[in-house]
């Protein structure tokens, strides 16, 4: 947990100041205490996850499922009306902006959820629905709604998102375009 959470306080340029860093805290609190074998040790730590979670819903405005599986550096940029489903799994270095929601397309299929990969970037108001998988260094645009497997190196956009391949830009390219 200790090293989860100091490596998610480095990635964040304010830290005690940001509220997704708070959440994420909680988060990794709560993953810990799901290792307590017994039950009875496990409890009150259960219950103050719990209200810790209530908190962070109504304070923070982030929901983060309680078995979310999130890797290192994951980053909350700002908080607010951010909805994760507890059974997705969520990459390292993902960068998570307000607004978003990542889970279950319908009530009918509660576990169909995303899978999201490494280095992806999710814009503001972005709607990541289904059992869908996000490649790695992926940009979610703004207000998209994505619907469908997105591969590696793309760029989603749009409603319903349109896949567009991402372009990377190398040391040459930028010194060409500021030449």
């Not at 280095?119 to 972005?126: C, L, P, T, Y």
Request: net charge positive; glycine share 8%.
């Amino acid at each position: 947990m200790w090293q989860d959470i100091c490596r998610d306080y480095r990635a964040y340029k304010k830290p005690l100041l940001t509220q997704g860093f708070w959440a994420l805290a909680i988060h990794r609190y709560g993953m810990t205490i799901n290792r307590i074998s017994n039950r009875v040790l496990r409890l009150p730590f259960a219950i103050l996850h719990r209200i810790l979670i209530k908190l962070s819903e109504v304070f923070l405005g982030i929901y983060i499922g309680p078995h979310v599986q999130i890797g290192a550096r994951c980053v909350i940029e700002h908080f607010g009306a951010i909805i994760i489903h507890s059974d997705v799994k969520i990459g390292d270095d993902v960068r998570i902006r307000q607004c978003v929601t990542i889970g279950n397309k319908s009530i009918d299929e509660p576990n169909e959820v995303p899978t999201i990969g490494n280095n992806v970037d999710i814009g503001a108001g972005a709607k990541i629905l289904g059992k869908i998988a996000i490649g790695d260094r992926t940009a979610i645009g703004a207000n998209a709604v994505v619907l469908c497997d997105v591969p590696p190196d793309s760029v989603a956009v749009g409603v319903p998102a349109r896949i567009l391949p991402r372009k990377i830009a190398t040391p040459r390219a930028r010194r060409e375009v500021a030449g």
